[in-house]
């Protein structure tokens, strides 16, 4: 079946700008987490959404990044007035649900670069 | 605050078994092990994972240490297209997000 898909594989803005990154889940899964991946560093955690509950915003970097989720499918991020240090790999994954056990599935990520 | 712990890299000639070893040594009883790979530009991908017992896909196997704190990810015939950063993760339950706790991961280079 279909993966979980991103889109745009790749961008490149300005400073200042503000940019949306988006990620389509595995149908019917109730979970989904972005992570940052920056060069050469391992994936850290941004926000996750369970079904209809208040989403974990505990690793958002900064105001400038909020995330919404939409119908419990799919979700987009947000990074207004884009700096340097936000260039890095976004990556979005699912999961069926929310357990020990369950695995989470990634998609390919989109890499934004800002100049 | 990674949870786990694994050497940055690791070489292996293609054909050979390859054992991925990872320390866990804080891992709670009901915790999961969690084995991903990264190949390049690429998203993780799952590989395995377990909780008490081994644990064999058609990918890899999962040897987990009777007290848990350590595990080995095996892969039987290394090719080269398993060149990739693999990473050994738990789950972070405390917060009620089951949210990946990643590490720097091993790079595993694969000879011809």
């Known amino acids: 079946g279909a993966g979980v898909s991103q889109s745009p594989s790749n961008k490149v803005t300005e400073k200042g700008k503000d940019v949306e990154l988006r990620c389509d889940p595995i149908?019917?899964?109730?979970?989904l987490y972005w992570y940052r991946q920056s060069l050469g560093q391992g994936l850290e955690f941004l926000i996750y959404f369970q079904g209809n509950s208040a989403p974990d915003k505990s690793g958002l970097p900064s105001d400038r990044f909020s995330a919404e989720r939409t119908g419990g499918s799919v979700s987009t991020l947000t990074i207004q007035r884009t700096q340097q240090e936000d260039s890095a790999v976004y990556l979005c994954a699912s999961s069926l649900r929310r357990a020990r056990e369950v695995t989470q599935y990634f998609g390919p990520g989109t890499r934004l670069t800002v100049l | 605050d990674a949870k786990t712990t694994q050497p940055n890299s690791m070489e292996s000639n293609e054909e050979e078994p390859v054992h991925l070893p990872c320390n866990h040594s804080t891992i709670s009883g009901t915790d999961y092990i969690h084995w991903y790979r990264q190949l390049p530009s690429q998203g993780p991908e799952y590989v395995i994972h377990g909780l008490t017992s081994n644990v064999n896909n058609r990918m890899a196997s999962l040897a987990i240490a009777e007290d848990r704190k350590s595990s080995t990810l095996i892969l039987h015939r290394a090719t080269l297209r398993d060149a990739a950063v693999y990473y050994c993760?738990?789950?972070?339950?405390?917060?009620?997000?089951?949210?990946?706790?990643f590490g720097t991961g091993t790079r595993l280079k694969v000879l011809a």
């Open positions: 993760i738990l789950r972070d339950i405390s917060s009620g997000t089951y949210k990946y706790i």
């Open positions: 149908s019917g899964h109730t979970a």
